[in-house]
């Protein structure tokens, strides 16, 4: 059975910076890749990153390269989000996913749909 728990969310004024933790309960957790979504009210769910299994590969949404960055500890089952530059419109509920996929990331992945697992997600509040 697999289970993510995200932290790290909370309030933070424009231009400030935190960092997302996923803790994943995966067996061979080293032979997921995991990405992170977000969804703002009224909004659908959009993606922001992913890593591939082996933390060689990854991918952004344009909105947020250079001011994200993905990555992941496989001896501690944990990917992160280190978000800096915060602007108000990253404000979201942030969500944790992982998939059975090796190789490197794909384009594809930025599709909510072709990932199985989802975390129960984290709130991030950018004050202006």
């Known amino acids: 059975q697999v289970q993510l728990v995200e932290s790290g969310g909370g309030l933070v004024q424009a231009g400030g910076s935190l960092r997302l933790s996923c803790a994943a309960s995966?067996?061979?957790?080293?032979?997921?890749?995991m990405a992170w979504f977000r969804q703002a009210p009224g909004k659908e769910r959009e993606f922001v990153a992913a890593?591939?299994?082996?933390?060689?590969?990854?991918l952004y949404q344009d909105s947020v390269k250079g001011r994200f960055a993905i990555s992941r500890d496989n001896a501690k089952n944990t990917v992160y989000l280190q978000m800096s530059g915060l602007k108000p419109e990253d404000t979201a509920v942030y969500y944790c996913?992982?998939?059975?996929?090796?190789?490197?990331?794909?384009?594809?992945?930025?599709?909510?749909?072709?990932?199985?697992?989802w975390g129960q997600g984290t709130q991030v509040t950018v004050s202006s």
């Open positions: 996913a992982a998939e059975k996929f090796l190789g490197t990331v794909r384009r594809s992945y930025n599709d909510s749909d072709v990932w199985g697992y």
């Open positions: 995966i067996r061979a957790f080293s032979t997921y890749s």
């Open positions: 890593i591939s299994w082996s933390g060689t590969s990854t």
